[in-house]
């Protein structure tokens, strides 16, 4: 078991049934989930679960972190505030594939109450299968890098 295996998967108490079935769904695949929760539906703040994934990107720990609140834009908020994140919200495939190749995100977000499981899964899909481009979009991501200080 390998850094590169392992994806970091947390939530709000909305998202936690989809991100149990996305669990499931990329261990299937051969990833390594790591499923720090919620596990309980009682209400919990997205702003501790986002920054608790991104903190294992950023380490190390895990190559990419998937994260789920109601819109998955808070939680995503609260990760990229963790130096070396680049999260980004997703709800269609497109921009999954594109933050991964132009972007090179570490990090992907969705909203439970925006997307349908069937959807969510595949927007999963398209961030894990996507490769960073590099070149010019090399040097636009160090650009982002540069901000962070």
Same mark, same amino acid.
């Given at each position: 078991? *390998?850094?590169?295996?392992?994806?970091?998967?947390?939530?709000?108490?909305?998202?936690?049934?989809?991100?149990?079935?996305?669990?499931?769904?990329?261990?299937?695949?051969?990833? @390594?989930?790591?499923? @720090?929760?919620? *596990?309980?539906?009682?209400?919990?703040?997205?702003?501790?679960?986002?920054?608790?994934?991104?903190?294992?990107? &950023?380490?190390?720990?895990?190559?990419?972190?998937? @994260?789920?609140?109601?819109?998955?834009?808070?939680?995503?908020?609260?990760?990229?505030?963790?130096?070396?994140?680049?999260?980004?919200?997703?709800?269609?495939?497109?921009?999954?594939?594109?933050?991964?190749?132009?972007?090179?995100?570490?990090?992907?977000?969705?909203?439970?109450?925006?997307?349908?499981?069937?959807?969510?899964?595949?927007?999963?899909?398209?961030?894990?299968? &996507?490769?960073?481009?590099?070149?010019?979009?090399?040097?636009?991501?160090?650009? @982002?890098?540069?901000?962070?200080?």
């Amino acid at each position: 078991m *390998t850094a590169t295996d392992r994806i970091a998967l947390s939530s709000d108490h909305a998202a936690i049934q989809l991100r149990q079935a996305i669990a499931g769904h990329i261990a299937a695949q051969g990833w @390594i989930a790591v499923d @720090i929760g919620p *596990t309980t539906p009682e209400s919990t703040h997205y702003p501790k679960h986002g920054e608790a994934a991104a903190r294992l990107v &950023a380490s190390g720990d895990c190559r990419f972190g998937i @994260i789920l609140c109601g819109t998955g834009q808070g939680i995503m908020m609260a990760a990229n505030k963790v130096k070396g994140i680049r999260c980004g919200v997703s709800v269609d495939t497109f921009s999954a594939r594109m933050i991964r190749q132009h972007n090179d995100a570490n990090m992907l977000s969705i909203g439970v109450r925006v997307v349908g499981e069937g959807l969510a899964l595949d927007i999963v899909d398209a961030f894990l299968t &996507a490769q960073f481009e590099g070149g010019r979009h090399a040097t636009r991501v160090g650009m @982002i890098e540069a901000l962070e200080g």
